[in-house]
């Protein structure tokens, strides 16, 4: 079967595409229409306005260069958001990752009934941010949590915890419920790198003799390094983005506040939309960085296989 | 029927509904109102036979509700032809310009007769008529006071006596109901607590009054913080709203709602809703000055200025401003009437559950902010909402979270 590349073909006025060319147009023009629309033209508009004080309690959107970006460098509460957020994206990729990784390795290892397995585990990913949020917030409650249950069922407390009191356990138990949430994801993902692995490649290992850490560190973790690289940027991205959670979990309390929460705050409970779209556009970049270093260290790894 | 005909009909029915309840909106008077302001169906019913219109009210959280209409005058559309105003939006909503000045549509004598409509007027214009006379007032389980042996408390230091002996006799294991999670409702209990400490928030040029250990804001706060280690507050209030705080005293686990809501008298006395319809009773709100003081939150319906459909507003206003109806709302949704001639009948007719007292409470209710609600107010409550829910957490003390809250005031003013 052969496809005709989509060629422009020169005629007397100007360019024109051929059969092809104005097909494969037609189909990404949707595409282009959405992502233009709703992803860069917003992109656009919000980088313009941040330099711009647009607070509609005041006169006039005058020109203020820099200075919400400064604002979103050096304000105290911002400062102390952007730190949480560092701790979330820490322990959150770390879970999902780890995590991920064991369930998407026994995964792997199972044959019998996988399918159900694995839509056992999918499932928490497909349940709404806030309701999953609301589910573990019962589970914290401090008067009929089934936490503090437990935790007095095998002797380890008399009396219930108040669990969000302790900023480093709200840090905690805001990651798990997220790790939660997000896991599955990162374990698809990772399944379908180790499902790639030909099986001859262990065999061989086997008869070497190798162990079956040396099996992982040799053989699975470089083969499936790519799609470690796009489970590790996903659960960084929505780490960094990480909102409902610590908001249903605990507010607005400033030893949970996300960055994402600081913005929400800042553009529309304070209306300081400019000053909001600075602290979000800062919010992308942080994400489009670390999700560069993850794919440009998996590329220079992998280039000359 | 062949089976390109039950394709086309397939296909054509969702579209021709889809026309249908557009075309059935469309005629209706959008409304946007918290759960606790959205008309039942009875009354919506009556709106309709009094009026001929229809409703179309969407309900969403406070929280929503001003992220909805800020979000939506951004855009200059509005999210609806009348909407939730709330007396802390004023000075925001107000300065935007985002509400249309509603004075002709209310009569001089009714608009005598409903103080609270001064909290919404800014830069002169009537920019909200309320609907909601909401000022908070004490209300306690009589039943747990009678067991420990305690009386109704009228000073702070009677408070906690009362409370210390429901305790003692084990009849409640927290008996003071206070939120103090990061949320308004926390925020809203500090204020009055102030104002029970005798003193107010800011002076005439919102300089802050709270930041010494004299003061009434100081005291307030240590008076909340030294409760809840004491164990007279229920540890958990650290993640408590006030809503939350109402369900704890319906099921008959806190003695002492003690910023409550003067309408909420009427759930809680209603005993389809509450296990403690018999025992809820009102007081005013303790003081240490031998004059009980307290404060209106009182919530309004205002237009946004790009709103569609106008012409029904004024209907809907004149209706909602009756007496028949503001009684009848005050029955079915116990939203206290912002018409004072109205909250007197009601008084009389005994509708009202201890009327006296929220008459007399009622009397002694101050906006918060003399000068009117300022732009800023949502940068202060804030604040407010996360130093407290930091001291109560005992992450900062009383004294650092005055100075952030007023660190947060005097950033915010500039």
Redesign the interface.
Known sequence: MTFDMPKWSRRSKGFRLNKDGRLGLILALPVVLIMGGLVFGPLISSLIDSFFRIDPMKAGTPFVGLKNYVTSVTDPAVVAAWATTGVYVVLTVAIETVGGLAAALLLNRITLGRRWLLAAVVLPWCLPPVVNAIIWAWIFNPSYGLLNGLVRAVGLAQENHVWFNDRATGLVLISVVHAWRMMPLTVIILLAALQSIPKELYEASRLDGATAVQRLRQITLPLIAPGLAIALSQSTVFAINLFDEAWILNGTATDTRSITIQTYIAGFQNLKLSLGMAMSLLVMVASLAVSLVYVLRVYRETRFE | MNRRAFLMTATALPFSLGFASIAGAGGALALLLPPWGTLPKEMTDLYTKDTGGLLNIETLGWDEI??KI??S??AKKAPATGTELDWSWV??FG??G?YDDLTALVPPDVLKDMPTAAIFTYDGKLIGVPYNNDFRVMIYNKAHLDAAGAKVPVTMDELLTAARAVKAKGVAAYPIGLPL???EGAATAWYLLTKAFGGDLFDKDFKPLFTTPDSAGFKAMQFEVDALKEGLI???S??LKDNEVQELFKAGKITFDLAGQAGILAVYTDATKSTVAADAHAALVPNVTGKSRSFGLPEAIGVPVSAENKDQIATYLAWMLKPEIMAANYKTLGVLPTRLSVLAALGKDGSLKDGEILAAQSAVAEPLFAQGTP?WY??FS?AV??AL??AA???IDVATAMKQIADAAAA?QQ
């Open positions: 001003h992220t800020a979000t005058m951004v000075g925001q300065a935007a985002w999670s990061a949320s229920d540890p958990a650290t993640g732009g949502s940068e804030g909402q996360t829910n930091a957490k005992g992450q915010a």
